[in-house]
């Protein structure tokens, strides 16, 4: 059984939310969520179709000051039942980002003999979850709750600046032209890289030039 589905999680997990929001003002984790797209209309993937479920995607990024093994780290898409969608592994070094798709989750929940489900998240309001395993525990590494024109058709949502609370939409792909905060900034989603929101924008930009961006493939 994997270290993180154990019972007396949500003991745990609720104290660590009080400890999470009780941290003063410029205090954070080091490894937190940084950007998602839950409906996507891009070959993310690069597999050479679009799909529902293998092309969604979380990024999470390390903005602490040394190297985090992030095999101790996994993503949910819920708060109060917790269901492993993915374990990260490997080394991420300070400023560095990692990102996995739904193909990605999916097949390591086929290999962990966890369903294939993927990364399961909704279209509508929804949320994502970063689990840090601390020796028997399980603590709170950062949560994002989303609302649904937040994560419309190929519309991301991140974190700007990396060290800060403040989210926005990335929705260069599909334009929001609604009144809600965060609005529109016509950004572009970056799965892979920090988002400088504005060093890449969507203007003057065809689905052509777009696709050339990315490296993806025509499909």
């Given at each position: 059984?994997l ?6 999680l949500?003991p ?11 941290l ?12 998602l797209l839950a ?6 993937s ?11 995607w979380v ?19 819920e708060?109060?039942?917790?269901p492993i969608?993915y ?44 689990y ?11 949560v994002?709750v989303?609302e ?9 949502l ?9 989210w ?9 032209h609604?009144s809600?905060?965060p ?16 060093d ?8 052509g ?11």
């Open positions: 059984m270290k993180s589905a154990r019972k007396g949500y745990f997990f609720y104290t660590s939310l009080l400890i999470l929001f009780s003063p003002s410029g205090s954070f984790a080091d490894v937190v969520i940084t950007e409906a996507p209309g891009t070959d993310w690069g597999d050479g179709t679009i799909d529902w479920r293998d092309d969604e990024e999470i990024a390390n903005r602490g000051d040394s190297a985090v093994d992030l095999i101790d780290y996994w993503v949910s898409d708060l109060d039942d917790s969608r374990r990260f592994s490997g080394m991420l070094e300070p400023g560095e980002v990692a990102w996995v798709t739904g193909q990605e989750a999916r097949a390591w929940q086929l290999e962990m003999g966890l369903g294939g489900a993927g990364l399961s998240l909704r279209n509508t309001s929804g949320e994502v979850v970063l840090h395993d601390i020796g028997d525990s399980v603590a709170l590494a950062d994002i989303y649904t024109y937040q994560v419309d058709y190929e519309r991301a991140g974190r700007h600046p990396l060290d800060s609370e403040n926005m939409l990335f929705d260069g792909l599909n334009l929001y609604g809600q905060e609005g529109s900034t016509g950004c572009l989603p970056s799965p892979g890289v920090i988002n400088d929101c504005g890449v924008s969507s203007s003057g930009l065809d689905w030039n777009l696709k050339g961006l990315y490296g993806l493939p025509d499909s």
